[in-house]
DNA sequence: AAAAATCTACCTGAAAACCGTTACAAAAAT
DNA sequence: ATTTTTGTAACGGTTTTCAGGTAGATTTTT
């Protein structure tokens, strides 16, 4: 009963050719198409449909995400499986709304594969166990107290600086203000980002590539 | 003439399963064992020796830059061949100066890591096409000026606490050494890699994946 | 066995970062 | 029009890093 067509969209060939080769082995798995940029998908779902798509979250030219609302809105019986790295709520979250059935951790087992492709096959929806723990904590508010920590433009002025290895004098001259006044940024966004060095800040940076 | 050991080493379990299903239907390959962790990679060695080692650049708890160089420096028949998305070249000399043998880019074809693995194999080295020729034009740069540095082992745990957030007296805690003696091997490192600053250390410690 | 590299440790002084707090003007949001 | 946020600035004091040495013990390499 090989029933179903799947095809891959993920910029890691080597990652998406590996998961066909075991897409492939699965008895009711009748074809696999790899894609390797959202572009192509788009093309190819024009020519032939896939009864299912999984999508790379993170690719070069375009989110998955984006390609996921493209799709879902074009083709009222695709079934989209995220596939991800990062486990962060906004990210799933904004996934749904794009019209994704599931979402898969790629730190996830690889039977997790084969799982979600039969429940949303049946209409239902997958999610890998650590995302599903943390849409229901959301949904009961347990989601701890973490508000939003948002700096403001001039604070990332100052963090750029920071994380150049500018000085607080040298930054203080660049902006044309006080050594003070830098240092009182500093205090409130070492205070945001709850760091407690410039190391942590540079980390900070670096993390959420503000650089 | 199934000969060969494979270990891989990646925190995104369901691609190194893929992976491993793949280099399970080579017929020179006689085992693919799979570790998520460079913790576990250095336990599996000390009870079983694997002839090739596949680690992910990018994982969690320890760079495998890191990890590369631990095993290389362990165990002198080891072929280690890297895993990466990215293709900067830093990072490619950091894994070729830990002792890494072959350095793989994620977004190239799954056949790659076949070849590359005869190739280490053979004692020779294995680098995708992008990056080889990286390599080359660096070469032919007349980059004279840039010797290549080479920091020592106790350097480099010094400065991978320093890149996580840890002060001078609790790196000396943690190594049980002075304060003063971690302070020398702070401005060494810094000679050595031409810094000024902790600031300075992170970045350059994040440039070439080192953590 | 000798030479080189690595790891260890100490010293002094200067510079920079970190901590807690207050305060006011300008700009944005309600 | 008024509340909130943002940007500015200052004070005093503590801790940590940075700079430039020297130097002996232990490994590793040659």
């Known amino acids: 009963m090989k029933t179903v067509k ?14 066909a080769g075991f897409l492939e082995q699965q008895n009711f798995i009748k074809s696999v198409y790899i894609c390797t940029t959202a572009a192509e998908t788009i093309k190819k779902y024009e020519t032939e449909f896939y009864d299912i798509a999984i999508l790379d979250v993170n690719m070069e030219e375009m989110s998955g995400i ?23 709520l906004l990210t799933v979250k904004e996934s749904i709304k794009a019209g994704a059935n599931g979402y898969l951790l790629k730190n996830a087992d690889l039977s997790e594969v084969k799982n979600a492709i039969s429940r949303v096959i049946d209409g239902k929806s997958y999610f890998s166990k650590q995302i599903s723990q943390a849409l229901l904590d959301d949904q009961l508010n347990l989601n701890s107290d973490k508000e939003e920590v948002f700096i403001t433009p001039r604070e990332r002025e100052i963090l750029l ?15 044309n203000i006080s050594e003070n006044t830098v240092e009182t940024h500093r205090k409130n966004i070492m205070k945001k980002t709850n760091t407690k060095t410039s190391v942590g800040l540079v980390r900070y940076a670096i993390e959420r590539s503000l650089f």
């Open 6 to 19: 799947i095809l891959i969209c993920d910029d890691h060939t080597m990652v998406s050719q590996a998961l």
């Open 66 to 88: 984006v390609l996921a609302g493209i799709l879902s809105t074009k083709y009222e019986n695709i079934k989209i499986i995220m596939l991800s790295m990062r486990s962060d």
């Open 161 to 175: 600086l920071i994380v150049k290895e500018y000085h607080t004098k040298q930054i203080s001259e660049t902006l």
